[in-house]
């Protein structure tokens, strides 16, 4: 017959199965410094894309208002690209932070969990051997 502890045990270990498992083997499978730079890559990658977007809508925007064509490559920079140099790298910056801030706390949450879950199945181990001495025991009487 189960135990109460025992089935309180693998609750617990089929809770965080369900819940977290797959999530915490992917970001695991990395070291912290390489699950963060990939994930900060995603995000200064998203960061530049919003940024071309904005380019591009500037840029309809003066073609719009005013034909400006440049005559030359300085020029194109002067009036496409160098208002939003700063904002791209500000925001590059800041959301860099964020992001090495945010997925370094996943990663160790996920760390921890994992060895929660470890120290659960040690402890669902010893509890079964607990009772195979026990009912050997009984056994022998």
Known sequence: MTDQKKIILMTKLALYEKNHMKKDQA???????????????KTRLGITIITLFFVGMGALNILNEGV??????WELIDVYFKPYF???????????????????REYQAAKQRFKNYRKLLKQLDTYEQEQKSDEGEEHEI
């Open 27 to 41: 970001r695991l499978n990395y070291f912290i410094e390489d699950y963060i730079y990939i994930n900060n890559f």
């Open 68 to 73: 400006i064509f440049p005559k030359s490559l």
């Open 86 to 104: 700063l904002p791209w790298i500000t925001a590059l910056i800041i959301y860099t932070s964020i992001s090495t801030a945010i997925y370094g």
